[in-house]
């Protein structure tokens, strides 16, 4: 078993990659009551068109098929797995982002118990024709809600401007008709294709014994079979470097309105340390721009254009990228005016260093307060490691950014011309 330090965070890292490609990461945190496991499959929503394991011809499959599998995967033979967990005194949980599909539960007890019971009913899939099709109306039914819910609409209103090609303009859940056309084969063709233990990763981290954590994976691993691992491949349409659309305005049942902008990536072939330092350099910008202590953020709410919804992030995976800032308005357009004003005027200034630094500290304050938590680091560790990054070495990357990133990270990602969108929902009637 591999074994690595980060003395300035006082962590101790221990990894082995098992004979059937799965890897483990154990983070030992003594002292603390109640233990986190992530078991997770390097598979999400835009996973829709690949070649299936054993196959030689590519497949397109139904929007929202990853998440209607997370959700398949918790009913076996027996019945639901949560009950399972729930009897053992854990908590489970799962979710699908647009590149992965977590399951996880936290205990404070019986974690030998619960972590075999999250090894086994993921790796345990049980589909009939009638089970799927009884879970469509579930699904169905979430569907739904989200269609009604503006700060979803409003997201994947923005993103599917941002994006023309890439599926990440789809809705992760995908749409009613969509989800009809799932099938028990196709739920096993992609099952069989992207949850072989070589397509994924286990978390484990809480106050464990590395070794004899370890020792169970492997003798539960040993006792199962699975084919071959064999390389996926995944396909993409190219996707335009500008935007798909500048704006877009959804009417809903809403009292106040809500504007959304984004900027768009021009170039999300990033992986690894350029990735990070990238997605840190966006953030520190955004901070500066829109920061509760900056100007901006001063002025709009003076100006009674925000309140305290107002917010910004930056989601950059492997061939996509963009940020997002908005929130509540009765202004959505002379909002959106305004930000996209506030980033023109922003990128024509010098950066100052003691700005710069004061958000560096600001951020790894945060980065080691979140290290107290094992949700948090249970939660945001695999998402690094799918994109060769290391969630330890946020903080050296940090303290190593420069004004010189900051400004080639602002000239490529904040340009209003060919970059910049928005998505504004607006009360029925106010269009």
Same mark, same amino acid.
């Given at each position: 078993?591999?074994?690595?330090?980060?003395?300035?965070?006082?962590?101790?890292?221990?990894?082995?990659?098992?004979?059937?490609?799965? *890897?483990?990461?154990?983070?030992?945190?003594?002292?603390?009551?109640?233990?986190?496991?992530?078991?997770?499959?390097?598979?999400?929503?835009?996973?829709?068109?690949?070649?299936?394991?054993?196959?030689?011809?590519?497949?397109?499959?139904? *929007?929202?098929?990853?998440?209607?599998?997370?959700?398949?995967?918790?009913?076996?033979?027996?019945?639901?797995?949560?009950?399972?967990?729930?009897?053992?005194?854990?908590?489970?949980?799962?979710?699908?982002?647009?590149?992965?599909?977590?399951?996880?539960?936290?205990?404070?007890?019986?974690?030998?118990?619960?972590?075999?019971?999250?090894?086994?009913?993921?790796?345990?899939?049980?589909?009939?024709?009638?089970?799927?099709?009884?879970?469509? !109306?579930?699904?169905?039914?979430?569907?739904?809600?989200?269609?009604?819910?503006?700060?979803?609409?409003?997201?994947? !209103?923005?993103?599917?401007?941002?994006?023309?090609?890439?599926?990440?303009?789809?809705?992760?859940?995908?749409?009613?008709?969509?989800?009809?056309?799932?099938?028990?084969?196709?739920?096993?063709?992609?099952?069989?294709?992207?949850?072989?233990?070589?397509?994924?990763?286990?978390?484990?981290?809480?106050?464990?014994?590395?070794?004899?954590?370890?020792?169970?994976?492997?003798?539960?691993?040993?006792?199962?079979?699975?084919?071959? %691992?064999?390389?996926?491949?995944?396909?993409?349409?190219?996707?335009?470097?500008?935007?798909?659309?500048?704006?877009?305005?959804?009417?809903?049942?809403?009292?106040?309105?809500?504007?959304?902008?984004?900027?768009?990536?021009?170039? %999300?072939?990033?992986?690894?340390?350029?990735?990070?330092?990238?997605?840190?350099?966006?953030?520190?910008?955004?901070?500066?721009?829109?920061?509760?202590? @900056?100007?901006?953020?001063?002025?709009?709410?003076?100006?009674?254009?925000?309140?305290?919804?107002?917010?910004? *992030?930056?989601?950059?995976?492997?061939?996509?990228?963009?940020?997002?800032?908005? !929130?509540?308005?009765?202004?959505?357009?002379?909002?959106?005016?305004?930000?996209? @004003?506030?980033?023109?005027?922003?990128?024509?200034?010098?950066?100052?260093?003691?700005?710069?630094?004061?958000?560096?500290?600001?951020?790894?304050?945060?980065?080691?307060?979140?290290?107290?938590? %094992?949700?948090?680091?249970?939660?945001?560790?695999?998402?690094?490691?799918?994109?060769?990054?290391?969630?330890?070495?946020?903080?050296?990357?940090?303290?190593?950014?420069?004004?010189?990133?900051?400004?080639?990270?602002?000239?490529?990602?904040?340009?209003? *011309?060919?970059?910049?969108?928005?998505?504004?929902?607006? %009360?029925?009637?106010? @269009?």
């Amino acid at each position: 078993m591999n074994k690595q330090t980060f003395d300035q965070l006082n962590e101790t890292l221990y990894y082995e990659q098992l004979d059937n490609g799965l *890897d483990v990461y154990i983070l030992p945190k003594a002292g603390f009551n109640k233990s986190f496991a992530t078991f997770t499959t390097k598979y999400g929503s835009i996973d829709n068109h690949f070649i299936p394991l054993g196959k030689k011809d590519a497949l397109k499959v139904p *929007d929202g098929i990853a998440h209607f599998l997370e959700h398949k995967l918790f009913e076996d033979e027996d019945g639901d797995v949560f009950q399972l967990f729930s009897k053992q005194g854990a908590s489970a949980n799962a979710f699908t982002s647009f590149t992965r599909t977590a399951y996880l539960f936290s205990s404070t007890s019986s974690v030998e118990q619960n972590l075999k019971t999250l090894l086994d009913f993921v790796q345990k899939p049980y589909f009939t024709e009638e089970s799927v099709e009884k879970e469509k !109306g579930i699904i169905g039914q979430e569907i739904k809600m989200y269609d009604d819910n503006p700060d979803w609409r409003g997201y994947f !209103g923005l993103i599917s401007n941002l994006y023309e090609y890439h599926p990440v303009k789809i809705d992760i859940a995908g749409t009613i008709e969509s989800i009809n056309e799932v099938t028990k084969d196709l739920l096993y063709t992609c099952y069989e294709t992207f949850y072989h233990p070589n397509n994924m990763l286990l978390f484990i981290v809480g106050n464990v014994d590395p070794e004899e954590m370890m020792k169970l994976v492997k003798e539960n691993q040993a006792a199962k079979e699975f084919s071959k %691992p064999e390389k996926i491949d995944r396909f993409f349409e190219a996707e335009p470097p500008e935007v798909d659309q500048a704006s877009q305005e959804i009417a809903m049942n809403v009292k106040t309105g809500k504007c959304l902008v984004g900027f768009k990536d021009r170039s %999300p072939d990033r992986q690894g340390e350029a990735l990070l330092k990238h997605e840190l350099s966006i953030n520190i910008l955004l901070e500066m721009m829109f920061g509760p202590s @900056s100007e901006n953020y001063e002025t709009l709410y003076e100006e009674g254009l925000i309140d305290d919804t107002f917010s910004f *992030d930056y989601s950059g995976e492997l061939g996509f990228g963009f940020s997002v800032i908005g !929130g509540d308005t009765s202004k959505p357009d002379e909002l959106s005016d305004r930000i996209k @004003s506030m980033v023109e005027e922003f990128v024509k200034r010098e950066l100052h260093e003691e700005t710069m630094e004061s958000i560096r500290k600001k951020k790894i304050g945060y980065f080691l307060k979140s290290l107290n938590s %094992p949700e948090y680091i249970a939660n945001q560790f695999t998402r690094y490691q799918f994109n060769d990054m290391n969630l330890f070495d946020v903080i050296p990357t940090l303290e190593s950014i420069t004004i010189e990133d900051l400004n080639a990270a602002m000239a490529e990602h904040f340009k209003t *011309d060919t970059q910049y969108s928005k998505c504004l929902v607006k %009360p029925k009637g106010d @269009s």
